[in-house]
């Protein structure tokens, strides 16, 4: 079996065990499945890339159901790679960082959690368009029990929002994969990328099969205008869910905008790309100002994530290999902060009872070394060079600005815009005098430990991003535009 097996069975074996297992020992259970997950994952960057930029030694193929040209096939290149190491390390400081749990839903808790690491591994793995779509469609089902169960009054209406939209998406991609299917006698992504390489498909028909699949990963990442979902599920989903879901789960949709729209129809994306650019401008704006404008922080983060996955759709859509390679690099940098953000976040809500901006202040005197954590994490999310939000970004705007100048332009308004609203946020809730009087203790064991593993990250990244673009390189797929555009 393929490393990548082992890593979407070890988190689910995990869960099973947890299901048959005393509560008791649900925590214990979840920190090694977790711990081996990432571990493990660590194995896949040593791969060597073939000419296509896959890894030979990750990839795996078993007959799964032959008679409809369906199989078990899993593989990784070097983002691939990237983003099932961020989902094993995101899932492993979730797990661990030690939140306190409603008693007797422990298994619940954990079980979702580890269901949910094992569906993204196996999304990001999969080159079976079938199989995509099973891991796709199943992330769905432990953030389900997540903001159903742990959710609160508001998670009705969340949870009904969710599903709609992602599962609308979901189907209008499904037509899509099967027409391939259809055609070509096999779910094989390899084997169906390489045909249409060969024999692209002409007019029309390929511009529907790469909006069937946009739609999906529009809702998923979330694209404007398809992102209503985004902010209620957050506000929803406990904060080891959120930091999954945020930090992991939302990269499934620019992934596949790669993966996909990229890779399977590289003409039909080139030709709308200004439809896509003129979206992730429009949700860079439209995030940041509405993040602006809020009154609880993790509302606040919810719509700066908008407006940060903005750019690397941008950057994916420009049309230059700068651009591409930039936005790849942003989505592993983006989970790394908004995973450690909605950390920060979980712990001061435990400690407060409340995220209100106005409910909160004086957290520097109180908790001096969470507080430094928190504005690490938030000068990384303004894109301070040296902390690992201003490679990637700088990379996405100049890419774009040397095919589309005036959207990269607009797009750089939204730099300023998020300097103004995270410091605004920071300010009110760091400095001050204290307007809650709940007790809070600083970081200290394990949190500690959780929160320098960030911290690290964010500068490493920010110093040396070399690390990422090497294994990004190899195989890297651009939608040039035409000269005469």
Sequence with gaps: MSLLTYLILVPALAALLIAFLPRAQARLIACLGVAVTFLLSLLLLRGTPNLAGFYESTLQKSTWLPVLGISYQVGVDGIGALLVVLTGLLAALAVITPFKVAEGKEKTYFGALLLLEATLIGAFSALDLILFYVFFEACLIPVWFLMGVFGGEKATKALMKFFIYTVVGSLVMLAAIIWLGARYQSFDFLLIQASLAKTPLMGMLGVWLML??????????????????????????????VVLVSGAMAKLG?????RFCLMLFPDAARTYAPLFIGLAVTGILYGAVVAAMQRDVKRLIAYSSISHLGYVVLGLFSGSAQGVSGALLQMINHGVTVGGLFLVLGLIEEQTGTLRIRSLGGLWDKVPVLARVFLILTLASVALPLTNGFVGEFLILLGTFQTYPGAAALATTGVIWSAVYMLWMFQRVVYGAARTEHPMNDLTGISRIVLSVVVVLVFVLGVYPRACLDLIRPGLVVAAPTEDK
């Excluded at 620019?254 to 790669?258: E, I, K, L, P, V």
């Design 254 to 258: 620019t992934y596949g905008f790669y």
């Design 212 to 241: 069937g699949f946009a739609v999906a990963f529009a809702i998923k990442t979330p694209l404007f205008p398809f992102h209503s979902w985004q902010p209620e599920a957050y506000a929803a989903c406990p904060t080891a869910g």
